[in-house]
């Protein structure tokens, strides 16, 4: 690794007097140095997938190796991505610093605790359940009805138990009640942490937020508490976005972390904006398939942030097409044309969604040493049919070099295509409508079923004035519908709404459905049992 105070000299300009360094190879961007930039900007390009297996389809080492490869052509690209969460770190998928010769490096730093983001979001959004609790012990004003809390606490791990709790239990500990706890990346503080342009704005979007309701169901805010300005205050450092590099030495700004299937599931705002000022290509990505993360990169990171992408790059890989095919998921590494080949209206499903939002499409084959060359051909035989260019990308075994191809493809596209983004839904839809019209277009759903719950959620939240709000649809990432054992492009499915949560301060409205859980659990032998240190204190079992 170089100093990362040398990298942003010589490849962004940026002395070192303008960064804060955290150690030798992190540093945070200020604000001041953000605010005097040049007021251009780069082009964006967001990497997303087709519907993944468990292990995961390579999205963060397509980005990263996506944006060495277009170095190594001679272009200046940043990758902007998004912080890991311990939680899944710790469980079954690993971490998010990419893979092989594909990185973004202090890989475990980035992994672990990096510059503790992530605990000041859990820090801030854990105070305010403290002070929402002392609020009700102390029967101050407006009164928070205790059967109406809507605000919960979170911690950035993997622990089922803690969904469900019952809080103040014994004598002089406040009023007892039901709670729980959810998964840090899925805190509204997480969204409006990654949704917000500045402090100002930050504050406004946290003041915003809507802890619970009153007897008569009036909204009791954050700003009725006073605790805007404190949970700013544990925000002020981590708001500015980090600087770090990839394996080839060149830039990479990783800047907050929501997930894509329970939360919307793209890095910050300020990130992508400041990348985009400081590179002439900038590679972002949205979490899980491109029927969540791409969706709601769409749909509620460009409706907020003003942003529009130049061109989409969607990764398949030959395993998790034989999957969708029907093979079995022990025999993914064995030859299989016949379940590549039927496995490819999955794919073809997510780049035709990806159109409707008028954006050319380039389809990555994330290359495995288990690949053959005859499913290879496959892959790109069918989506030539379709007027595809599928394009090998080797970043894993060789780097930027081996992404060469893919950068030139993707250069290719945006000097050739045009892109006319636009949005999936206008803001003055109904919320049912807006998930009913997520559900047809994109899911392949005959329609929606909503709870009686939901149903009253839903009108009290239009009633309230939230109608004009985007939709975040919480649903399971290993399909297109709300079942995570169907595979490949269901059609005629119901996308059962189970809940609805107000994100006032985020400014949309979480949509819960089949079983989504917002605390995941661990898996029976979770990827923490492989972690450790050696004496020399070197952190292994990451990957």
């Known amino acids: 690794m170089q100093p990362i105070l040398e990298v942003a000299q010589e490849k962004l300009g940026i002395n070192p007097d303008q960064l804060e360094a955290y150690g030798r190879f992190k540093a945070k961007i200020p604000f001041d140095t953000i605010n005097k930039l040049p007021d ?10 087709l519907t993944p297996t468990k292990a995961g389809e390579g999205k963060t080492t397509v980005s990263v190796g996506l944006s060495d490869g277009l170095c190594h052509i001679g272009k200046k690209s940043m990758v902007a991505l998004r912080e890991p969460s311990l939680g899944p770190v710790f469980g079954m998928k690993g971490g998010a610093a990419g893979g092989g010769y594909a990185q973004v490096v202090p890989m475990a730093d980035i992994n672990l605790h990096f510059t503790g983001d992530l605990h000041a979001i859990g820090t801030a959004h854990n105070l305010l359940s403290a002070m929402v609790d002392n609020h009700i012990y102390h029967g101050n004003e407006p009164l928070i009805d ?5 605000w919960r606490r979170v911690v950035d791990m993997n622990d089922r ?3 469900n709790i019952v809080l103040g239990c014994g004598e002089g500990n406040g009023f007892t009640r039901q709670g729980g706890f959810d998964i840090t990346v899925a805190s509204e503080v997480m969204a409006i942490f990654c949704l917000a342009t500045s402090l100002a704005d930050l504050k406004e979007k946290l003041s915003k937020i809507v802890v619970g309701y009153t007897r008569k169901m009036v909204p009791v805010t954050v700003k009725e508490l006073k605790a805007e300005g404190a949970m700013a205050a544990l925000l002020r450092d981590a708001l500015q976005p980090n600087l770090v590099q990839t394996l080839e030495k060149n830039p990479a700004i990783i800047h907050g972390g929501p997930f894509a299937n329970i939360a919307h599931g793209c890095s910050s705002v300020l990130g992508t904006q400041t990348a985009l000022k400081m590179a002439d290509y900038v590679v972002t990505e949205g979490g899980f398939g491109a029927d969540l993360g791409a969706e709601k990169f769409f749909d509620i990171k460009c409706r907020k942030a003003g942003l529009a992408p130049d061109v989409v790059v969607i990764v398949a890989t030959i395993r998790a097409l034989k999957y969708h095919g029907g ?7 064995v030859p299989d044309v016949d379940a590549v080949k039927a496995g490819m209206p999955n794919l073809l499903t997510h780049v035709n969604n990806t159109k409707k939002y008028g ?18 051909a496959a892959v790109q035989s069918e989506c030539e049919k379709n007027g595809l260019k599928a394009i090998v990308s080797e970043h894993w075994a060789k780097g930027g070099p081996g992404a060469a191809d893919l950068a030139k493809e993707v250069v290719h596209t945006m000097d050739t295509q045009q892109s006319n983004f636009k949005l999936l839904y206008p803001d003055d839809m109904p919320i049912l409508d807006k998930v009913r019209t997520i559900a047809q277009e994109l899911y392949g759903a005959k329609d929606i079923s909503v709870s009686p719950e939901a149903q009253k959620q839903v009108k009290r939240f239009t009633r309230l004035g939230y109608g004009h709000y985007p939709v975040c649809i919480a649903k399971t990432q290993y399909s297109f519908s709300a079942d995570p054992t169907a595979r490949n492009a269901p059609t005629g499915h119901v996308i059962p709404v189970r809940e609805v949560r107000l994100s006032a301060g985020a400014e949309f409205v979480v949509v819960i459905t089949g079983d989504i859980m917002t605390m995941p659990g661990l898996n029976k032998v979770p990827s923490a049992c492989s972690v450790g240190l ?10």
Not at 146 to 150: A, H
Not at 537 to 543: A, C, D, K, T, V
């Open 359 to 376: 954006v050319p499409v380039v389809v990555a084959i994330n290359a495995f040493h288990m690949d053959t060359p005859e499913e290879i």
């Open 327 to 333: 093979a079995d998921e022990k025999e993914l590494t």
């Open 534 to 543: 050696n004496d020399e204190g070197h952190i292994h079992g990451l990957f």
């Open 161 to 163: 138990a803690l969904r």
């Open 146 to 150: 205790t059967r109406k809390v809507s």
């Open 40 to 49: 251009k900007k780069g082009k964006l390009i967001l990497v997303t997938a």
